[in-house]
């Protein structure tokens, strides 16, 4: 490894020295590997080691970003005075100084985000399981009888923070995914759909053969779709769906979209904004969680923070800076990338369980669209207007009556959150973002 | 081009034509039949201002090298952030791995390529520019938008600018280089009418100096239309939903091209037979009103490209001919396994990435019909001149696009803005819907991106207005 927090703590002095009035230093350092297969052989391997370093200083109150890959000193010097000089050059913002020192994390738990077994994992070992899963799909249905890219990878992390409140931090974190996306055809109609996994330790992953045969399983029942009549009706979000619908509720509930008045959310804090049936959870400290981190990207310890409790609105995701302009500590959600601020991110986001079964929901339907893909960018969460492309299966009595495609969902996310009438027991974490079944009252499916 | 770019690596790193035939003799040491190097090194920088104050400015370096090695079907990719003999040389060991044995090849050593297309030559590059300067554009954004109206509550604004230049050396003897600029502009508004909050966008770019940001382009005139768009917005009814007839206004509304056949006709996915147009070469895929190009030589353009990212010169690349499928665009891999021409569209994010077939700035010629004319013709339907986003499904050929700005029309006028909507269609008969094409082609502004396999890269789209007998439209009123 390249970087160290004496690497990033000497850059911070540095810019001490030159007349900052304070300074952050993040650097990464990331091992990828990862294999794409289709029909049974490789169809790209990549292997690669980088490194980045980002420095963000303040001038009194102004500040400015830099980043580099080269650590020489010559090149430190030259982008120590160079974030300094283009600080110069923008506005006082007393919002963007650091965290008060005395809130900065005091300890660093091991949050088991590191398992060695994906370190020492052999390239024939990571080939030998992404074959598997496709044979697995494979195997399923003479139907299947193509694939996508599909694959495996690994990436063996390091992720250090310093600042001039003397805060200096690392740690290391595994990442394993697989997947598959076979292609299915019957007569003229081809088909595709995907599964996957994606966790910190190589034993909590899905075996191959469950991967490959759920992505065959999805891909085989969405053979003979068709385009149903505009109408209105109950909507079932299957789990990574629900899932998207998160990612726009943790849109809506960011201190970036919040401070700027960019959500419907802004002055609802305390107000109910969604069904007794929706609590969202916040937790950036479940072991080997992808969201888990033992400190955010500001340094401040990361937590649990109720978010939506019951449908009401308990707490906005807040970063030192969204925090002050809006009158609130920071939740320790700070996320960023190399260069540039922080913005706020999410820990390990979850919709909290319900007592139904995904079967028991859909059964409860009379008659309804279950939504199993949506494409398209249709949500504006400054007004809630939303409208998306789906497909899925139709449902009538309570069954699975056929597969549904080339339509549209559409409604505001308002109603949409508030005719959330059950959410499943079906919570499973693939990823940072979890949700698990939903069905919402009613929305507008346009078709025919 | 070339010769800059060969200089730049040389004087820098120390890299020599000799070392790079040395290298690729490495890269192909194990097997496989060509092997290919990417020398990127990028400056990017970005100022933001908001709440009338500017927040951030920022400055970034990205450099290293992609090594890449193809055997049959199967390609290996290895990269490093140091550009140096040693590194790279690691890079090209791993990259080979693949390669064990099956065919081979003799490196042929490298030639510089000849003075090729120049399509954006480069005095003043944005990411020279005083900051200062770009300062005084952010506020001249925020000025003109917030004169638009009062109810202008909350004035983003950002310019980004890129510098990047490129070495690629290959197996086949080729040396190529190329510098590219870029610079962008953005303008992101909120109108609040009484807690009515709505939002409008506007921005432009393309591969060029700071002096691209003038008249129609200007940072006032983006502001003022980013305005524009909010408070219309506030008037607006709930969007139609079902089938009905739709025009699309010219420019930016060719976002449909991109998604509905573009995408579909990357070779890659043909080559796998995992793309509703696979196999459709010499069909009928739209009206005979349609021809539709993908273009990489149009000067300045944000999506053009002197050479594609494996040292190919780009070309312009007929895809449908009234109507009719001709062909695909492709890289080096998917043209020699398909046995077709090489199109130059092998394009890559950056050197920690693989290239593969994508679009430059794809867009419809120009028919015969007024536009106006166009809308005239229409009894009941939607007219869309600005949208977000889209997507595709390629192999059922599904893809939407958003509709930001767009309009009733009730007997061939157009009447009430509406709210936001998707539209969705099938890629393989949209465009046999078109009834007419409007003389009116324009591209757009520059200010598009694309994202394939995780890799973001600017593209342009252009469209004349044209009106498409059925689409279906995910309004939510009845």
Redesign the interface.
């Given at each position: 490894m390249r970087i160290d927090t004496q690497l990033a703590s000497g850059l911070v002095d540095r810019c001490m020295k030159r007349g900052a009035s304070a300074a952050e230093v993040v650097a990464r350092e990331e091992t990828e590997f990862s294999v794409q297969v289709?029909l049974g052989?490789?169809?790209?391997?990549?292997?690669?080691?980088?490194?980045?370093l980002?420095l963000r200083v303040l001038v009194d109150g102004r500040?400015?970003?830099?980043?580099?890959?080269?650590y020489a000193d010559a090149t430190l010097e030259s982008l120590v005075n160079?974030?300094l000089a283009?600080?110069r050059?923008?506005?006082?913002?007393p919002s963007?100084d650091l965290p008060e020192a005395a809130s900065m994390a005091s300890e660093i738990p091991d949050l088991d985000l590191y398992d060695p077994a994906i370190a020492a994992l052999s390239?024939d070992a990571c080939i030998d399981m992404a074959l598997r899963a496709e044979v697995a799909a494979r195997d399923v249905d003479p139907r299947i009888t193509?694939?996508?890219?599909g694959g495996f990878g690994t990436v063996v992390g390091r992720t250090v923070l310093a600042n001039s409140h003397g805060f200096a931090g690392a740690y290391d974190s595994t990442r394993i995914s697989l997947s598959a996306i076979p292609?299915a055809t019957d007569g003229d109609?081809?088909?595709?759909d995907y599964w996957y996994d994606t966790r910190r330790s190589l034993a909590d992953l899905e075996t191959p053969e469950s991967i490959g045969q759920t992505a065959a399983r999805r891909t085989l029942r969405?053979l003979g779709?068709r385009?149903v009549a505009?109408c209105?009706v109950t909507v079932v979000l299957e789990p990574l769906i629900a899932r998207d619908l998160l990612g726009t509720i943790f849109s809506a509930c960011s201190g970036d979209s919040v401070y700027?008045?960019?959500t419907l959310f802004a002055d609802r804090r305390g107000e109910r904004v969604a069904s007794p049936a929706l609590t969202v959870v916040d937790d950036g400290r479940v072991a080997r969680g992808l969201g888990s981190r033992p400190f955010d990207s500001e340094g401040l310890a990361t937590r649990r923070t109720d978010v939506i409790r019951d449908g009401v609105l308990e707490n906005f995701l807040l970063n030192t800076y969204t925090g002050r302009k809006l009158g609130m500590p920071s939740t320790g959600n700070a996320s960023r990338g190399?260069?540039?601020?922080a913005s706020v991110g999410a820990g390990n986001l979850y919709i909290g369980p319900g007592v139904q079964s995904h079967d028991e929901i859909v059964r409860s339907v009379k008659r309804g669209f279950l939504v199993t893909?949506l494409?398209?960018?249709?949500v504006?969460v400054?007004?809630g207007?939303y409208?998306?492309?789906a497909?899925g299966m139709w449902i009538e009595n309570g069954e699975i009556a056929y597969p549904v495609?080339?339509?549209?969902?559409?409604?505001?996310l308002k109603q949409m959150l508030e005719g959330i009438e059950a959410v499943g027991s079906d919570l499973e974490f693939r990823g940072k973002l979890a949700a698990p079944t939903i069905r919402i009252a009613s929305m507008?499916v346009?078709?025919? | 081009m070339t010769r800059d770019a060969i200089e730049f690596f040389r004087d820098r790193y120390g890299i020599t034509p000799e070392d790079v035939d040395r290298l690729l003799g490495v890269a192909l040491a194990r097997g496989g039949e060509f092997a290919d190097l990417y020398f990127e090194h990028t400056i990017s920088g970005s100022v933001q201002l908001e709440e009338q104050i500017v927040k951030s400015a920022t400055r970034s370096v990205r450099q290293g090298v992609g090594v890449r090695v193809v055997a049959g079907e199967k390609t290996g990719f290895a990269y490093t952030d140091r550009i140096e003999v040693a590194s790279i040389e690691r890079a090209a060991r791993t990259a080979s791995s693949v390669a064990h044995s099956v065919s081979s090849a003799e490196a042929i050593r490298v030639t510089p390529a000849g003075p090729g297309l120049d399509l954006y030559p480069v005095d003043d590059a944005a990411t020279d520019a005083a900051v200062v300067e770009k300062v005084a554009m952010l506020h001249e954004a925020d000025a003109a938008a917030r004169a638009v109206d009062r109810r202008i509550r909350e004035v983003q604004a950002i310019v980004a600018d890129e510098f990047k230049v490129v070495m690629i050396a290959t197996s086949e003897g080729v040396l190529a280089g190329d510098v590219q600029p870029l610079a962008r502009f953005g303008v992101n508004c909120i109108a609040d009418d009484d807690g009515n909050r709505q939002v409008g966008r506007a921005g432009g770019g393309g591969r060029r100096g700071l002096e691209f940001f003038e008249g129609d382009e200007s940072p006032g005139a983006f502001g003022a239309e980013a305005a524009r768009q909010a408070i219309a917005q506030i008037e607006a009814v709930e969007a139609p939903s079902g089938t009905m007839e739709v025009v699309l206004g010219s420019g930016w509304p060719g976002i449909l091209l991109h998604e509905a056949v573009g995408h579909g006709l990357e070779a890659d996915f043909n080559r796998k037979g995992t793309s509703v147009f696979s196999g459709l070469v010499g069909s009928r895929v739209a009206s005979d009103l349609c021809t539709v190009v993908d273009d990489g030589t149009i000067p300045g353009r944000r999506g053009s490209l002197n050479v594609d990212d494996e040292g190919h010169v780009t070309t312009s690349t007929v895809l449908i001919e009234k109507g009719i499928l001709r062909g695909y665009i492709n890289d080096r891999l998917n043209a020699g396994l398909l046995g077709v021409e090489r199109t130059g569209n092998g394009r890559r994010e950056s050197y920690q990435c693989i290239p593969y077939p994508r679009m430059t700035n794809t867009f419809m010629l120009a028919g015969e019909e007024d536009p106006g004319e166009i809308v005239r013709g229409v009894k009941r339907g939607l007219f869309a001149v600005q949208f977000g986003g889209g997507q595709v499904d390629i192999t059922n050929g599904k893809f939407v696009f958003s509709a930001s700005e767009a309009y009733l029309i009730e007997d061939g006028k157009i009447t009430a803005p509406v709210r936001g909507a998707t539209l969705i269609g099938n890629g393989p008969d949209v465009l046999t819907k078109v009834t007419a094409v409007g003389s009116d082609l324009a591209l757009d502004r520059g200010i598009g991106t694309c994202s394939k396999n995780g890799q973001g890269i600017p593209v342009g789209v252009g469209l004349p207005t044209i009106r498409i007998s059925e689409m279906t439209v995910g309004g939510t009123k009845g």
């Open positions: 289709r052989e490789i169809e790209t391997l990549t292997e690669a080691d980088s490194s980045a980002g500040q400015a970003s830099v980043s580099t890959s080269d160079e974030a283009l600080a050059a923008t506005s006082v913002d963007s390239p193509n694939f996508d890219r292609v109609q081809m088909q595709r969405r779709a385009k505009t209105e700027r008045k960019a190399i260069v540039g601020a893909e494409i398209g960018f249709g504006n400054v007004n207007d409208s998306r492309g497909a495609e080339e339509v549209t969902i559409a409604g505001n507008t346009s078709g025919r | -």
